[in-house]
């Protein structure tokens, strides 16, 4: 019998937990889409290729523009063997180069051939006119953001219908500018174009020397490429990204530079997915990342399934967040993502607030008026502000060695993603993400001098997820305990395997969702836009929970318990409990012991009054030992985010309690408000 009631309870349970998980689906579903890079299906490369080494021979091709009297100014300062070889370049550009980069890359006939743009300013005005005739009437899907997603055929056909200078199918070209620094050439879209560069299934392209900049979406974009270099290249002031490199391998970026961008500065998404199924050991990574700086951008690095990147010795400051890699969009392949490997990278002080831009309506207006170059950046998507590194839904990363200090919300951010969200149904992938990825060995909250640059708290993790961990020196976090790394990787001291992240939290992921930078809508409740106070979700659900919880118990103990010790102390406990709830909730994003002392003494109330019931009214069994059972959840629960996350359950207790605490709040409503039942008659006969 006791089994069979057991089972039973069990199979509610995991009805009740899936309908709120189906809720929960249902809920992000009909939330609106977040906007991100939508391209033509593509595959990754074969992986037969291999990252192209620069040439430094004379170039075959010149690109120069036709003012001498300003060349010479803008070389006049170079150091002077620069300064000679520039000079004899423009001689022989003037008799026989190019004065338009399209046209030297028009030119190239031969894999291996090496273009040379000399100082000047490069906005390739025959480019930069609209599509006319076939070109303006080409049919093609269009994207959440209104352009074309065209095919590679329709791309060679009408290759300016968003491209300044498009690269199509050329292999190992080289293309750089010969200046002192990479300012000294600059390609300039003039927000006219989606990409200033597009290379597309060109292999073994290299970039150096050059700035390319204000597009209506990228700089420099490298599509279905295998083998790629970035050198030593600005990019700046678009509407989305600086770098965008997709669906490609063997890649590398060194000595970059980027900002102003209203995603991130540096994005290689979809990198090839060499490494899926397998650990933390690796042979290699599709795409190496070094000696980069990003800053002032929405993100300074971000992959929606930036798979097996390797990003080391990097600088990514004084953005709205660091780095980011995630699992949230459809349409990229390599889902989920995997294997981002960070090292020695410097991640700090990133707690700019770019969206009052949106809400004052600067970013409404036309790019070409927003501010840019003034410091304007236009988010595109949701995300924590004041965060060193974000991971949404991304497995086996290993995140170790690195300074990361100075940020108003979080030093790391980890959540997990459902596979619906990108557009995959099977109910077993539904919790395929936020799993083994490892912080260990980093600087949290101190610079690299030494110096403390705390983070307000270093971890925010939602709790879903198994084999995640952070090394043991980990500040407080939200958990306050968390998993902790051993000494090799993949062991994990405490580890959870939790189907869902903790209730509050998903609420707030739920709810700051819903941004749309087109729309002007920053979404109520979220603290990510600036809601405080009362005005926080978190606070919100605290508050009404608190209220009809004091409504119910203080009915409850004024009908049956009053008069009782027990019961009297237990509800003024419970109701400390939940005052106590509604204060921490205001203080989310600091981490404190609060929220686990206001769950004891709510777990304490809750105890008191179901033993003042199996007192007072024994006829009621089941609720009575309902309401015992319920603070024995909430006690665990305050142990579960105090001290110890529990490891062998499925849900966090809130789960559980959350779920019980309805079934509560409506029998106990019924209980309170059942009548007394009248005294029994005396017998017949009775001495008076």
């Keep these: 019998m006791l089994y069979s009631r057991a089972m039973s309870w069990t199979r509610r349970f995991v009805l009740a937990f899936s309908a709120v998980l189906a809720v929960l689906a249902a809920a992000l579903t009909a939330a609106p889409a977040a906007q991100a890079h939508e391209e033509r299906p593509v595959t990754f490369p074969d992986g037969s290729g291999s990252v192209p080494v620069p040439r430094t021979g004379e170039p075959d091709l010149l690109v120069c523009k036709t003012d001498r009297a300003d060349f010479e100014r803008r070389v006049a300062g170079f150091p002077a063997p620069l300064k000679a070889r520039n000079l004899a370049l423009y001689a022989r550009c ?250 020695r990278n410097l991640i700090h002080d990133n707690n700019e607030d770019y969206y009052r831009y949106v809400a004052d309506g600067t970013c409404a207006r036309p790019p070409v008026d927003r501010g840019y170059e003034e410091g304007v950046v236009c988010p595109q998507i949701s995300m924590p502000p004041g965060t060193g590194i974000i991971t949404a839904g991304g497995n086996w990363n290993l995140y170790e060695n690195n300074w990361i200090y100075g940020h108003e919300r979080a030093g790391v951010f980890l959540s997990a993603v459902p596979a619906f969200i990108r557009g995959e149904s099977a109910w077993g992938k539904q919790t395929d993400t936020s799993h083994h990825n490892r912080y260990a060995g980093n600087h949290l909250g101190v610079d690299k001098a030494g110096r403390a640059h705390p983070n307000r708290t270093d971890v925010w993790w939602d709790g879903q997820g198994s084999g995640n961990c952070w090394q043991s020196d980990t500040g407080a976090g939200t958990p306050y305990a968390l998993p902790s790394c051993g000494t090799r ?103 404190t012991p609060l929220p686990a002392v206001a769950l004891l003494l709510t777990g304490l109330g809750w105890t008191g009054l179901g033993l003042a019931l199996r007192t007072r009214h024994p006829r009621r069994p089941v609720f009575a030992w309902t309401t015992l059972v319920l603070g024995v959840l909430t006690l665990l629960d305050a142990f579960d985010k105090a001290v110890l996350m529990i490891p062998w359950i499925p849900v966090s207790p809130a789960w559980v309690r959350g779920l019980l605490g309805i079934v509560w709040v409506l029998w106990a409503v019924i209980v309170a408000g059942a009548r007394r039942p009248a005294p029994s008659p005396e017998p017949a006969g009775s001495p008076a």
């Design 94 to 343: 003037a008799r026989q180069g190019y004065r338009h980069l399209q046209q030297a890359v028009d030119a190239v006939d031969r894999p291996g051939m090496t273009i040379a743009m000399l100082p000047g300013l490069y906005e390739e005005e025959p480019s930069l006119p609209a599509p006319t005739g076939a070109c303006a009437a080409l049919k093609a899907p269009r994207s959440a953001l209104g352009y074309q997603i065209l095919s590679y055929e329709q791309q060679r056909r009408c290759p300016h219908n968003q491209n300044l200078v498009a690269i199509l199918g050329k292999k190992n070209l080289q293309i750089e500018g010969t200046g002192a620094s990479r300012l000294d050439v600059v390609i300039d879209a003039r927000y006219a174009k989606l990409n200033a560069l597009r290379a597309d299934s060109s292999d073994g392209v290299y970039f150096r020397n050059f700035t390319a900049q204000r597009t209506t979406f990228n700089s420099l974009y490298v599509l279905a490429s295998d083998g790629f270099v970035i050198d030593d290249v600005l990019t700046r002031w678009n509407d989305e990204y600086g770098f965008l490199t997709f669906a490609s391998d063997h890649g590398l970026y060194k000595n970059c530079e980027s900002y102003g961008n209203g995603d991130s500065g540096i994005y290689p998404g979809s990198a090839s997915n060499i490494n899926d199924g397998r650990g933390y050991d690796v042979p290699r990574h599709s795409i190496e990342i070094t000696g980069c700086r990003s800053h002032h951008n929405m993100v300074g690095y971000s992959g929606t399934a930036g798979d097996s990147v390797y990003v080391h010795d990097n600088e990514f400051d004084h953005n709205m967040g660091g780095a980011s890699m995630d699992s949230a969009f459809p349409g990229h392949p390599g889902l989920p993502q995997n294997h981002a490997r960070f090292e």
């Design 489 to 591: 990787r993949g062991d994990v001291t405490g580890d959870t395997r939790r189907l869902a992240g903790e209730p509050a939290k998903l609420a707030q992921l739920l709810v700051c969702a819903d941004y749309d930078v087109r729309a002007r809508r920053l979404p109520a409740g979220c603290d990510w836009y600036g809601a405080q106070g009362i005005r926080r979700v978190e606070t919100q659900l605290a508050l009404g929970i608190a209220a009809v919880l004091a409504l119910v118990g203080g009915t409850l103990w004024w009908r049956r318990l009053r008069g009782g010790r027990l019961a009297g102390t237990a509800a003024l406990l419970g109701l400390l409990g939940l005052a106590l709830d509604v204060a921490a909730s205001t203080r989310s994003l600091t981490p």
